[in-house]
């Protein structure tokens, strides 16, 4: 009661829009590790997606961030200020809840204006705001409407406006396109960024969908068994990813056994040798022991009949991908790889070549 | 201070109130009647074992009990499936009443049976008269009695339960079952049967703890016959404390044993019913057939119905006038308006009305902080407090009445005590505990029902903890906390199990009073009071129903 007043004040002096940073986060649940030992830190503008499978702890970090949980280690500051312990209704955050937590008794205005009560704002303006924020995410004229006659797309405009509109010093999303079905999503996503980059506040989402962190962060922190595999732009993590775990993760290429001959390597399937060029992660040494490559389907080709130095397989399945087909091709030494292809004249069952093309190839040490 | 501690801290500071209260007026009583089963060493526990006349009661409670448990099963579950799985003409009328015992308060049930049943109720006397017999052809009295007026009366949650699982059950399992080649026989015996096992079970576990509580129908057809809810009035009345005290143990103890049995029964159950479900009823296709199934529709529902409209002729019928003949043979507005205009007639209506509303009150506001802290916080008090709100639902209505009997009858603040017996708070104190598992269970579903991150959520645009029950937790709550009180206010203002222990010539209740002029065979009277009670009853669920829709 007493803090709504002050968290006024300070959203609109509207100073202090500054770094959120994670320091050293650790949540235990009894003998379980949710969160272990986890940094990042997310600027003014700046979207950040935290990736993971479920149970990967992206929650419960997520959660420390917005204040509903404390961390047993660690610290959460905002703008150089420790807010660790502060309570989500002191920190002035706007947060998006994966079922987006719409009031079902209010009409949509009365979920928009909440926080604006909540901080004393008089009716008129809380009016005036809520209207303009709906109007912000593209719901003129919704206000009276009740909850329950939105869209899936639109209750979550509407948790967005509500989020927003309290001028929030930091945005937190959990899920937030999870519960849209995938024509919608993919629409969401473009509106998503242009809405978040906007606010010029930090942003930080939560998603097990890597195509939605792709398209939205800036920046991703990838979470594995609470802890942090890797943390770069979605084009880090892609074309030079950490850790074998990180490539598995990201990006859906075949992981192949590789000899890390230091600019390059060398990959042997079936007895054909092929030399690779090779993109080396960050701070790898300069051998590998045990290296891998990752094959992206659209870092090899196919062609039927056998071509010279080409690896022979066999197509195990044939998808059709809009504009391309992809094949799944079965090499020997038991390596099966996907193979995207113009040609569609390739069937099941089909004895196949596959080479490799210019490259660069993601090297990883397993 | 941490978020974490402080939500426990929190937590602790509104449980700890209602978990004193609930201690103080569910545990403290029911330990105090324990102990003073005790008080003589064993002495009252052998007297108990000696007595030839406890020995009665115990047997005779358990036998009503299971007795009305088959009874009620034998006529709620045929008429779930007929009315769940068929169609035929008078399908609607017969569904419309199925649930009309409910609305009867168990005293009224009771004397509706006495006014159609009895030595010289109607029916008696029609078949009396038309086998020429020069006595009546059956005796409304003793064990059959007692379960014939139960089974009316229960068979509804049998009814109720079955037909909600009836409802839920997938038309699928059964075309599955039949797709695999099982017979009609097989697959109800198969599927049918075990799925619908729980909300047997379920029902039969309601209707056993409600008739083994039973005080009403034992206390005015049980003649010579001993149940243990009465026989401990008798002891109470005798001022045989310390044997009231055993006899309210042991009651206790065999609901709770009840309720053991039928978890342990049920223990293998690991499923649920969870489907659309939805199936369309069959037309019954043999024309005899429909026609039997009619017949036995419209004798169902004249049965059913029949009982409420005796009680209200009889309300009309001119005091002392009924005697002899087959129906009351003047009739008067005189007993309502005697009602309306003599001061001691009136003064038992207001009771009623102002101790339900009372407790009603307490219920809503003491469930509703129980109910929340159940369902959204965790703390080493959450088991504790679900425990205390369950508990009075275990328990009998005698059991508590005389726990609180012995405990409130004198001020002694260091133990506790305050003198609240033979005062106006007692009885509404009693309601409240029986009605607090009620209230809490509707409370507790409507608050599952909620998403649990709206709270989060309104924490989140930074709204107090005030603001955040007063905006969103109240208002999702809201159904349950209607739903609740409704049920509590009727379940209180037609009160008598508890009543007859605890009332006093001055809180006298409208149950009371019906016993009353029932005794001084002022029927016309009793019968005014019990139509002015469904009336009650009929009056809040209508203005339930309409504050609901109002808001919704």
Redesign the interface.
Same mark, same amino acid.
């Given at each position: 009661?007493t803090a =709504?007043p002050k =968290?006024r004040s300070e959203g609109e002096s509207g100073g202090e829009r500054g770094i959120l940073a994670l320091n050293g986060i650790t949540r235990r649940f009894g003998d379980f590790t949710a969160v272990d030992n986890v940094s990042f830190q997310v600027g003014p503008g700046e979207l950040l997606a935290l990736v993971g499978a479920s149970g990967s702890g992206k929650t419960t970090t997520l959660r420390i961030a917005?204040?509903?949980?404390?961390p047993d280690a660690g610290r959460v500051t905002l703008g150089g200020d420790d807010i660790t $312990?502060v %309570? %989500?209704?002191? $920190?002035?955050?706007?947060?998006v809840?994966?079922?987006y937590?719409?009031? %079902?008794?209010m009409s949509v205005e009365d979920n928009v204006a909440?926080?604006l =009560? =909540? $901080?004393g704002v008089n009716k008129v303006d809380r009016l005036i705001k809520a209207r303009a924020a709906l109007s912000n995410v593209g719901l003129d004229g919704a206000g009276d409407r009740p909850i329950q006659s939105l869209s899936g797309g639109e209750q979550q405009r509407v948790a967005l406006a $509500?989020a927003l509109v309290?001028e929030p010093k930091a945005l937190l999303l959990d899920e937030p396109l999870s519960n849209l079905d995938p024509t919608l999503r993919e629409a969401m996503r473009d509106d998503l960024r242009r809405m978040l980059r906007r606010v010029g506040v930090p942003a930080l989402f939560v998603t097990h969908d890597q195509e939605d962190a792709f398209a939205i962060a800036d920046r991703i922190v990838l979470l594995k068994r609470g802890r942090v595999l890797q943390c770069g732009t979605p084009e880090e993590l892609f074309h030079s990813p950490a850790s074998r775990e990180v490539a598995s993760f990201i990006g859906r290429g075949a992981i192949v056994p590789a000899v890390d001959k230091g600019n390059s390597a060398e990959v042997t399937i079936g007895g054909v040798k092929r030399e690779l060029a090779i993109r080396r992660p960050k701070e790898a040494p300069a051998r590998m022991e045990k290296a891998f490559v990752v094959m992206r389907p659209n870092s090899l080709e196919m062609s039927k009949g056998a071509g010279v130095l080409a690896w022979r397989g066999k197509v195990v399945n044939r998808r059709f991908a809009g504009g391309v087909v992809v094949y799944r091709v079965e090499l020997s030494d038991g390596v099966t790889v996907d193979v995207e292809s113009l040609t569609a004249d390739a069937h099941e069952n089909d004895n196949v070549s596959v080479s490799p093309l210019k490259g660069p190839y993601p090297l990883v040490s397993a | 201070m941490s978020v974490r501690t402080s939500q426990t801290r929190q937590s602790w500071v509104i449980a700890f109130p209602v978990i004193a209260l609930l201690v103080w007026a569910v545990i403290y009583p029911n330990a105090a009647v324990i102990a003073g089963s005790f008080e003589d060493g064993l002495g009252h526990w052998r007297e108990f074992w000696a007595s030839p006349a406890d020995h009665e009661a115990l047997t005779t409670s358990i036998v009503i009990s299971v007795a009305s448990v088959f009874a009620s099963l034998a006529i709620g579950v045929p008429l779930a499936f007929l009315l769940g799985r068929f169609e035929f003409p008078g399908r609607r009328v017969l569904r419309a009443v199925a649930t009309l015992p409910a609305a009867l308060p168990p005293l009224v049930g009771v004397i509706a049976f006495l006014f159609l049943y009895g030595e010289s109720g109607v029916v008696t006397r029609v078949v009396q008269r038309a086998l020429g017999m020069s006595h009546a052809p059956w005796q409304l009295r003793g064990v059959g009695a007692i379960v014939f007026v139960h089974a009316y009366t229960m068979y509804v949650y049998v009814f109720l339960f079955v037909s909600a699982g009836l409802e839920r059950f997938d038309a699928s399992l059964d075309e599955a079952a039949s797709g695999l080649g099982a017979s009609t026989w097989d697959r109800l015996r198969r599927v049918t049967i075990p799925l619908l096992m729980p909300a047997v079970a379920g029902s039969a576990l309601l209707v056993f703890m409600n008739a083994l509580g039973s005080f009403s129908a034992p206390y005015v057809f049980g003649g010579g016959l001993r149940v243990l809810s009465t026989q401990i009035l008798n002891s109470k009345t005798n001022g045989a404390m310390g044997l009231a005290y055993v006899e309210t143990t042991v009651l206790a103890l065999s609901a709770v044993a009840g309720l053991a049995l039928f978890r342990w029964l049920d223990r293998k159950r690991k499923y649920t019913l969870a489907s659309k479900g939805g199936r369309a009823r069959r037309q019954i296709s043999s024309r005899r057939v429909q026609m039997l199934t009619t017949i036995a529709a419209v004798i169902i529902v004249v049965a059913l119905v029949l009982p409420h409209l005796m009680v209200i002729l009889v309300s009309f019928a001119r005091d002392g006038s009924w005697t002899t003949q087959v129906l009351p043979p003047e009739y008067t507005f005189e007993n309502y308006r005697r009602l309306f205009s003599e001061a001691e007639l009136w003064r038992p209506i207001t009771n009623s009305v102002s101790m339900a509303l009372i407790a009603t009150a307490a219920n809503l506001v003491v469930c509703f902080m129980a109910a929340y802290l159940i369902v959204f916080r965790k703390f080493a008090g959450r088991r504790l407090l679900e425990l205390l709100v369950a508990l009075p639902w275990a328990i009998p209505a005698t059991a508590i009445a005389l726990g609180l009997a012995a405990t409130f009858n004198r001020n002694d603040p260091l133990t506790g005590r305050v003198l609240l017996v033979g005062t106006f708070w007692i009885l509404p104190l009693a309601y409240f505990i029986r009605d607090t598992p009620l209230v809490a269970s509707a409370v507790e579903s409507s608050l599952r029902q909620m998403d649990a991150s709206l709270e989060d959520a309104a924490r989140g645009l930074g709204a107090s903890w005030l603001m955040t029950m007063r905006r969103v937790i109240i208002p999702a709550a809201r159904p349950g906390l209607v739903a609740g009180g409704l049920l509590a206010a009727v379940a209180a203002i037609g009160e008598f199990v508890a009543s007859v222990v605890l009332y006093t010539h001055a809180n006298r209740p409208i149950s009371m009073e019906i016993l009353a002029q029932l005794r001084a065979l002022a029927f016309g009277t009793a019968a005014a009071y019990s139509v002015l009670l469904i009336l009650l009853v009929l009056l809040m669920t209508l203005a339930a129903r309409s504050f609901e829709e109002r808001l919704a």
């Open positions: 009661m =709504a =968290a917005a204040g509903y949980d404390v $312990r %309570p %989500p209704e002191r $920190r002035g955050f706007g947060m809840f994966q079922h937590a719409l009031f %079902p008794h909440f926080g =009560a =909540a $901080r $509500r309290i | -």
